[in-house]
């Protein structure tokens, strides 16, 4: 359970100006806690927490800049903070050969390297205090290689596998991290990553069942659909599941 007493009493939360990250920040603030949000569109989240009951730290940053995670760290060295969610991320669709490849590589900067940094910074102060929690956002990509999303699927891979092998190593800290690999999920990412989607989960169920899990469990698949495909991808050999993403996401893109 979420209390400012486990996990605050400031958490954390990247990407909160949309999507998962906008509605975790939402439901930690009505569980008590004072929240630090951070992405690049400031006027979002001024606009955010302006309706959040508590205190907040609006702080606008690019996570693909070099740099800014360690920012991030210097900023909020001085609030006791007890929860990392690094929602903040993004993904593209279509051809890999017609992709930009500094959008991509900046995608692994976000996804990848500003989430590892986060989270080494965070772990080694929660750690040090014998408690805290890390959330990280996987997919239902992050199993297989995907077919034109190939580099999006990837982070998310290393996302997956980061936050399996952090789960084991911080346990002995008091510190519980969470993998969330929600499936098709209604908010602007689909926009920005130029695809369709069908079937999509609500945000705000997501961050429901991803805050639930923390602390209980290492690996959370949010959502009905994404727990349908889940199940029948994790029965299926991976050469199939490859084909199967592959028809997903050409109907998506
Ligand atoms: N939606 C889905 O179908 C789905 C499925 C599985 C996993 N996920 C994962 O869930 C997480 C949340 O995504 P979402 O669905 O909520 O998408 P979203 O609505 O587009 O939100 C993404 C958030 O990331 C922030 N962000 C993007 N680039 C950034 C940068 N360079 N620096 C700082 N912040 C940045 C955005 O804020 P600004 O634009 O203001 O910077 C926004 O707050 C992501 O990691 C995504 O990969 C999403």
């Known amino acids: 359970m979420i ?13 909160a100006s949309s999507g998962i990250g906008r509605e975790i920040a939402v439901q930690l603030a009505a569980a ?9 569109r400031e006027d979002a989240l001024a606009q955010l927490a302006a309706t959040l009951p508590g205190e907040t730290l609006v702080i606008p940053l690019d996570l693909a800049a070099p740099g800014a995670p360690a920012g991030l760290l210097a900023r909020t060295a001085a609030l006791p903070v007890g929860l990392l ?13 017609d992709t930009d490849p500094i959008a991509e590589s900046q995608m692994v900067d976000v996804n990848c390297r500003a989430v590892l940094e986060l989270s ?13 929690g890390i959330v990280l956002f996987s997919s239902i990509v992050a199993t297989q290689g995907v077919p034109r999303s190939a580099n999006y699927a990837a982070t998310k891979a290393y996302v997956h596998s980061l936050a399996e092998g952090l789960a084991d190593e911080l346990a002995p800290y008091g510190v519980d991290v969470l993998a969330s690999a929600p499936g098709p999920t209604d908010t602007g990412f689909a926009h920005r990553a130029g695809m ?11 961050a429901r069942e991803t805050l639930a899990a923390l602390g209980r469990r290492r690996l959370v698949v949010p959502g009905g659909f994404a727990k349908l495909l889940t199940a029948g991808l994790t029965v299926t050999p991976r050469f199939l599941r490859v084909q199967i993403m592959k028809q997903v996401m050409k109907s998506m893109t």
Not at 32 to 40: C, M, P, T, Y
């Open 3 to 15: 209390t400012p007493q486990r996990y605050g009493p400031w958490a954390v939360v990247t990407g």
């Open 32 to 40: 008590g806690l004072s929240l630090v949000l951070v992405a690049r």
């Open 85 to 97: 969610v690094n929602a903040a991320g993004f993904g593209s669709g279509g051809a890999f050969l």
């Open 120 to 132: 080494h910074g965070f772990a080694r102060r929660f750690a040090a205090q014998r408690r805290g």
């Open 196 to 206: 369709t989607m069908a079937n999509a989960e609500s945000p705000v169920r997501v």
